[in-house]
């Protein structure tokens, strides 16, 4: 079984729809993120949590809202989907602590095309 | 910002020693250079991280430039299932966050 885990894995839906994307994560870790991947654009962070009481936005989080339900559950939501959406999402984790040498650990990602 | 700068593409043979270049002159003292892979559908995967010395592990071995400015990851004997899209990344602390910067990646392909 994956440590991180993504649902749905793909996903179409129309503009201006609501749209959740879920991850839950079997490693025990405090942080968890959300990136988007758009083709020759590599990885940008949308939100990051390093507990469940804390939430923090990344570069890209117009558009996007997250839920950290818990330890172990952290969602994207898309309130009102545009087709400039269209990505492929990953969530991912990592331990806390100041060591900033640790490893990220992300899910098989979630395909999203909002038309 | 923090930047890495790889080549779009490279190709190599099996069973091959093969170096992929990253610069990044942007880098601060405390940022750590981290390498991942993408492999076709899946999410990155970690390679390697390293400082300032160069880092050994099983999957591939990390040289850094003495002034930090430049990173080769070595992958010692490619094969097939080596052939995927590398990142070359820094790693840092913005304010009290830290934050994964991605360029485009190298992607890589390996030839039978």
């Known amino acids: 079984d994956a440590d991180v885990t993504q649902t749905p894995r793909n996903r179409i839906t129309k503009t201006g729809k609501r749209i959740m994307l879920e991850c839950s994560q079997t490693?025990?870790?405090?942080?968890m993120y959300w990136y988007r991947q758009d083709p020759g654009l590599g990885l940008r962070l949308i939100y990051y949590s390093f507990d469940v009481k804390d939430i923090n936005k990344g570069e890209i989080s117009d558009g996007y809202s997250v839920s950290r339900q818990a330890q172990a559950k952290f969602s994207l939501s898309l309130e009102s989907a545009i087709p400039n959406q269209t990505a492929l999402y990953f969530c991912?984790?990592?331990?806390?602590?100041?060591?900033?040498?640790?490893?990220?650990?992300f899910g098989e990602g979630s395909w999203l095309t909002v038309v | 910002d923090a930047k890495t700068t790889q080549p779009n593409s490279m190709e190599s043979n099996e069973e091959e020693p093969v170096h992929l270049p990253c610069n990044h002159s942007?880098?601060?003292?405390?940022?750590?250079i981290h390498w991942y892979r993408q492999l076709p559908s899946q999410g990155p995967e970690y390679v390697i991280h390293?400082?300032?010395s160069n880092v050994n592990n099983r999957m591939a071995s990390l040289a850094i430039a003495e002034d930090r400015k430049s990173s080769t990851l070595i992958l010692h004997r490619a094969t097939l299932r080596d052939a995927a899209v590398y990142y070359c990344i820094l790693r840092r602390i913005i304010q009290g966050a830290q934050k994964l910067v991605f360029g485009q990646g190298t992607r890589l392909t390996i030839n039978p």
């Open positions: 991912a984790t990592s331990e806390g602590g100041q060591g900033i040498g640790n490893t990220i650990y």
């Open positions: 490693k025990g870790h405090d942080r």
């Open positions: 942007t880098i601060s003292g405390t940022d750590y």
């Open positions: 390293g400082l300032t």
